[in-house]
């Protein structure tokens, strides 16, 4: 039952995305072939998916562990992005440049600065009894111009000519690919670590069905003298870290560099990644990868096809959608409370 | 006294986007559902209002477009909201995402070429006072239009049965059942309602405030209305003043130049964001004031019982 | 004479249960017909049918020899049936005059209608102001808002559903009175409830229930007591067995001088509340609902914390400032009001639920991990030891009947074996069964030593089971009163007000236990 509702919504989005692209006149087996297959039908394309699917199957992770006591961070892509700038910070201004312990210290740097982003929204929620949905959005908004301010201003690489981008971190500060054909790198062991580490966290720790309470039940959370706060603070700080992580993960690896863009929306997409795991660890690793085909797809319809990108944010759009509307029907129509006279 | 009068003028357009976004809002959450969505919406407004433009319908009816596009958009929010009971909060988010995503798509046709603003009026006579008249009566006519919103819906909410129903269902959906109010289809309106306004202001931005394609437009104009209604404390009145308040932020950070501020114009830009966060913090402070005027149902899926 | 209202072989059922079924019965005009049944007997079920608000699968009603189709509320209205909800249908945020404004179809002209209810209810003897908003009333007085917003429509039907839960036995007089008038002038009453006295004394006619059935039809006036209690209860009556109490020398609980203010615009303050509960014995905490037993509740639970950490003391430690879990180590056990949401998560599986407080308790929870198989086993344990009916441990909790569930929660808080026992509304929409079962375990645990504290609106039920009582009224705590040299009168004056300063109240002697 608890995969019904994901696989349901998975194929009504690619029904329905047959449909969209028979009505803008192309035809919908080739396009849904070069959106959903053409991209995964090589060793390249598989790793350009776990490559895309590391990120937000981390970050998802992060956030879930929130999600599931009602903390909303939705600012994850603020979070990956000042992460990346702290991680970048410290590989291009470490004084040794070949120390061994520079990646370590970069992801070191990276969590941290994710965190230190999240704790806002942690205290304002926990201390000031502040929205974090408004809070954690509005610090995305300040990160992106912050990053913006930076590339176009004091970390612009003299060389570049005037590109708004920083100088490319050295090679020490970067993960190695495992084959130079391609771009995945040693990265994914995070990830792997974080699903195995958020399973533990959220099925059989204290801590974790503590925060299980206060999301299903804030009363009988209070009721069993579970603190919100302490819920608020690990949910905001858990999706800051792991987002954190995330944004040193891309700079240390695919991008090699900071830029004005530097996420493709991986923060938002990895809500709708959480989600589409029903907030478990394992559901999350095939939602991302799902999310994953979905931006792939999207690349390979632009440059094929000619389409618009964009039509990637439509399919999570319609995804998340099918994805609310199914668990509707499974979970309440069929497990019906019944009522008492 | 010119700077003056440009900025108090910039201050009120800026504003009006966020007062019809902000009032749909406020309207939507007094019947107790939260769209988290608005950017979507106003996103939708935008593209469909733009589009009309270009494909040479006037400019009512483009702005209508845009209205209804928000409107047709709340639809997809309200069916998962209201009908299939899900968190509201994931169905916000759902629709802000596809929003996004759907006026992107519509906009890559669209260029990069600007279009014809919409035209201000020069109210006869009025428009001609000194200082008073360029102030005042040389708006588009969307400007008048949201002040009206904001009376009618004022008036609406506490003057009329309509809007005590409304008001009352966003206390206690319960209740309202039970005294035999078709709760369901109440809300649906209100949220249909909240689609309408915040497709208006989206078509606004495309239309009239910036007459130009870009992708992503609204820039968190959405998400800062959401803002604004807590900031409120859900108040129509507070609604307006806090969105002419976040206007001047805006005319500020366009204006800064101008005033001969020597700082990078990324903080400027951050200044409408920043100050969300201030205001926000400030008016948690007061949960008193907050529970106020707070609709009790706000967020919480109902289900009339049969 | 034709009928105002007859049901016809009224069926209806809900996942799981039957609420109603077959049931047939008849009223006159001008009659008081009572509907007599337990928690649970189906009673509202039939009433929300009768008005519309829920539907039946199956059966007719009449109304003046017209059978109604299309049934909901609004038609019900219009055919002259109103009804009085148990818990009020009345919105906090907004006054009395727009409530009623609400249910009528007049067109919208407050000030008129202001009128018109200020003349109504005084000519009913039960005044109200229409411009106050619901949230500063009473109970009593948000009932009378309830029955004059029925009045205005000059109803051929009126249904009461346990119109006095809620109100002192002194504004219950005035009620009867009320509706005696009411049905003088030819209007049919419909009362709900499951009080012998009232029915007794009110009502010309009674249909008793039982599980969902009619189980007999009576003229309550010429009726025993026990006659009726049969037709209710069935044949066996469950006997409680409450032996002497033997309280401890020291206080479990002692409450000193304990003052908070209002958290919110509904909320009650409370005002320099003092007492003591001692082990070995029960004390009860009479009162109307909404004069400040949440309030109190939470602060003895620590689910609300207080500045000053002296003003509740359990076991002889300073306690007002710790939260429930830190209370809990202090040997508290807390039984909350609202079983679902509250005292158990509604999703989470039974073995879960059993973590939510007994994860100090027998290795639950080790180096922060949670011990499922341990989980699983207490659990079970408690649906044993407390015939609990359920699926297994691996029920969700909002599977099970409010009075299973109440079982479970209440056999869950006994096996922290506590030395302080909180429990609030121990059997409310519980079966008679599942009740006596309950508060026979409540005596058990005190008369094991424990010292127990139970909220109650309904008054039997402390008589049965407390050895002495305590009456809260806007806030405020009277002292303690021996359960023996006391009576529902005086418990009812103290409901309505609290002497202030002086040691005595009423009639009754103050207990003095040292």
Redesign the interface.
Same mark, same amino acid.
């Given at each position: 039952m608890r995969i019904a509702a994901p696989v349901i919504a998975t194929i009504l989005t690619l029904f329905v995305g047959s449909l969209m692209f028979a009505g803008l006149g192309y035809d919908p087996a080739t396009t849904l072939q070069a959106f959903f297959i053409t991209p995964v039908n090589s060793i390249n394309g598989l790793s350009e998916l776990l490559l895309k699917a590391s990120p937000l199957i981390l970050i998802a992770c992060g956030l879930a562990v929130g999600f599931r006591a009602n903390v909303?961070n939705?600012g994850a892509e603020g979070q990956l992005v000042i992460g990346a700038i702290a991680a970048c910070g410290v590989g291009l201004f470490y004084p040794n440049p070949e120390s061994p312990i520079l990646l370590p210290l970069m992801f070191l740097a990276g969590a941290a600065a994710g965190m230190a982003w999240a704790a806002i929204p942690a205290f304002?929620r926990a201390r000031?009894? &502040?929205?974090e949905?408004?809070?954690t959005?509005?610090?995305t *908004?300040?990160a992106t111009? +912050?990053l =913006?301010?930076l590339v176009?201003?004091p970390w612009r690489d003299p060389a570049g000519f005037n590109y708004p981008q920083t100088a490319l971190l050295p090679a020490a500060a970067m993960f190695e690919p495992f084959d130079y054909a391609y771009r995945i790198n040693g990265s994914v062991f995070i990830t792997v670590a974080a699903v195995v580490l958020m399973w533990l966290f959220t099925d059989?720790? !204290?801590?974790g *069905?503590k925060m299980?309470?206060s999301g299903?039940?804030p009363?009988?959370a209070? *009721? /069993?003298? +579970?603190?919100e706060s302490s819920a608020v603070w690990t949910g905001l700080l858990a999706g800051g870290a792991a987002a954190g992580i995330a944004g040193m993960a891309e700079v240390a690896g695919p991008l090699g560099q900071l830029s004005p863009q530097i996420s493709p929306g991986y923060g +938002?997409a990895a809500?709708?990644v959480a !989600?589409i795991g029903r907030l478990n660890a394992f559901g999350i690793v095939l939602g991302g990868l799902l999310m994953s085909l979905l931006f792939l797809g999207g690349e390979a319809v632009q440059m094929n096809l000619g389409l =618009?990108s964009?039509? &990637?944010?439509? @399919?999570?759009?319609?995804l998340? @959608?099918f994805l609310?509307?199914a668990? !509707? !029907?499974i979970f *309440?129509r069929l497990r019906?409370?019944?009522?008492? /006279? | 006294m010119d700077l003056f009068i440009a900025i108090f003028t910039g201050t009120i357009i800026a504003a009006t986007p966020l007062i019809f976004a902000a009032l749909g809002e406020l309207v939507v959450e007094k019947s107790g559902v939260l769209n988290l969505g608005i950017e979507g919406m106003m996103l939708m407004g935008a593209a469909f209002a733009f589009w009309a433009v270009i494909a040479g319908l006037p400019m009512p009816v483009a702005i209508l477009a845009g209205a209804l596009g928000g409107a047709a958009a709340s639809l997809l929010f309200g069916v998962l909201a209201l009908t299939f009971l899900t968190n509201q909060y994931a169905a916000g988010l759902a629709l802000a995402i596809f929003g996004s995503g759907v006026s992107a798509f519509l906009g890559r046709g669209f260029g990069s070429a600007p279009i014809d603003a919409l035209d201000r009026v020069s109210i006869p006579v009025l428009s001609d006072i000194p200082v008073i008249g360029p102030m005042f009566f040389r708006f588009d006519p969307m400007v008048y239009f949201a002040i009206l919103m904001f009376v009618v819906i004022s008036w609406f909410l506490y003057r009329t049965k309509g809007g005590l129903i409304l008001r009352t269902i966003g206390e206690s959906p319960e209740t309202s059942h039970a005294i035999g109010y078709p709760v369901i289809r109440i809300r649906y309106l209100a949220v249909m309602f909240g689609g309408l306004m915040a497709g208006l202001a989206g078509a606004y931005l495309s239309v009239a405030y910036t007459p130009l394609w870009v992708e992503n437009m609204t820039a968190g104009k959405g998400w800062i209305s959401l803002a604004l209604v807590v900031f409120a404390t859900w108040r129509p009145l507070r609604v307006l003043l806090g969105a002419w308040l976040f206007g001047g932020m805006t005319i500020l950070q366009l204006q800064g130049q101008a005033l001969g501020l020597a700082v990078p114009s990324e903080l400027l830009s951050a200044l409408p964001y920043l100050a969300t966060i201030v205001v926000l913090v400030i008016i948690s402070q007061n949960r008193q004031m907050l529970a106020l005027h707070f609709p009790a149902s706000l967020a919480k899926p109902f289900r009339p019982a049969t | 004479m034709t009928p105002r209202l007859e049901l016809r072989n009224i069926t209806k059922s809900y996942p799981g249960i039957v609420a109603n079924d077959d049931i047939s019965m008849s009223i006159m005009p001008g009659e008081i017909h009572a509907v007599l049944g337990e928690n649970g007997a189906g009673k509202s079920t039939l009433m929300k049918i009768i008005y519309g608000a829920a539907q039946a699968d199956s059966g007719e009603i009449w109304c003046d020899g017209k059978p109604i189709e299309a049934h909901n509320p609004a038609s019900s209205r219009a055919l002259g049936i109103e009804m009085v909800y148990q818990h009020f249908a009345l919105f906090e945020s907004v006054t009395v005059v727009e409530n009623i404004a609400l249910s009528v179809s007049s067109t919208f002209d407050l000030d008129t209608l202001a009128r018109q209810i200020t003349e109504l209810s005084n000519r009913y003897g039960m005044p109200i102001d229409p411009h106050r908003r619901v949230h500063d009333l009473s109970v009593g007085e948000r009932q009378r808002v309830e029955i004059v917003r029925c009045l205005l429509q000059a109803p051929k039907l009126l249904i009461l559903d346990e119109p006095t839960s809620v109100l002192t036995p002194q504004a219950v007089v005035k009620l009867f009175e009320t509706l005696r008038q009411l049905a003088a002038e030819g209007c049919s009453i419909v009362y709900i409830s499951h009080k012998l006295d009232e029915v007794q004394e009110l009502c010309d006619s009674a249909t008793v229930l039982r599980n969902g059935k009619v189980t007999g039809t009576a003229k309550p006036k010429e009726s025993t007591s026990l006659e009726l209690a049969r037709m209710m209860v069935g044949s066996k009556l469950p006997e409680m067995h409450v032996s002497a109490s033997v309280p401890s020398d020291k206080p479990v609980l002692a409450v000193r001088g304990l003052s908070a203010p209002a958290r919110d615009k509904y909320g009650v303050e409370l005002k320099n509340v003092s007492f003591e509960v001692r082990g070995g014995e029960i004390v009860g905490l009479a009162g109307v609902s909404g004069n400040g037993q949440a309030e109190l509740i939470a602060l003895l639970s620590g689910e609300r914390t207080h500045s000053n950490a002296l003003a509740v003391h359990i076991g002889g430690k300073a306690a007002a400032h710790l939260n429930a879990s830190e209370r809990r180590k202090l040997g508290m056990a807390f039984v909350p009001e609202e079983r679902l949401g509250r005292g158990a998560v509604p999703p989470h599986a039974l073995w879960e639920n059993a973590v939510l407080t007994a994860n100090r308790h027998g290795g639950l929870v080790r180096h922060g991990m949670v011990d499922r198989t341990k989980a699983t086993g207490f659990a079970r344990g408690i649906i044993e030891r407390f015939k609990v009916k359920a699926n297994g441990p691996q029920a969700s909790a909002q599977s099970l009947s409010g009075g299973n569930l109440q079982k479970f929660i209440v056999g869950r808080e006994i096996a922290l074996q506590p030395k302080l026992f909180l429990v609030a509304q121990p059997t409310w929409g519980v079966d008679v069964g599942a009740a006596a079962f309950i508060r026979q375990t409540i005596v058990d645990l005190s008369r094991a030593g424990a010292a127990v504290l139970v909220v109650s609106e309904e008054l039997d039920e402390l008589f049965e089971i407390c050895d002495r009582l305590l009456v809260i009224c806007q806030g405020q705590v009277s002292p303690p009163l021996i359960r023996t040299n006391t009576n529902r009168e005086e418990i009812g004056l103290l409901m309505t007000r609290v002497d202030r300063g002086n040691g005595t109240n009423g009639r009754g002697e103050v207990a003095v236990q040292d």
């Open positions: 909303w939705i304002l000031m009894n &502040t929205n949905i408004l809070v959005l509005m610090l *908004y300040i111009l +912050f =913006s301010w176009h201003g059989r720790s !204290f801590l *069905y299980k309470v299903a039940a009363l009988a209070r *009721y /069993a003298g +579970f603190r +938002f809500i709708i !989600f =618009s964009s039509l &990637t944010r439509i @399919f999570q759009g319609i998340l @959608f609310l509307a668990d !509707f !029907f *309440y019906r409370i019944p009522e008492h /006279a | - | -």
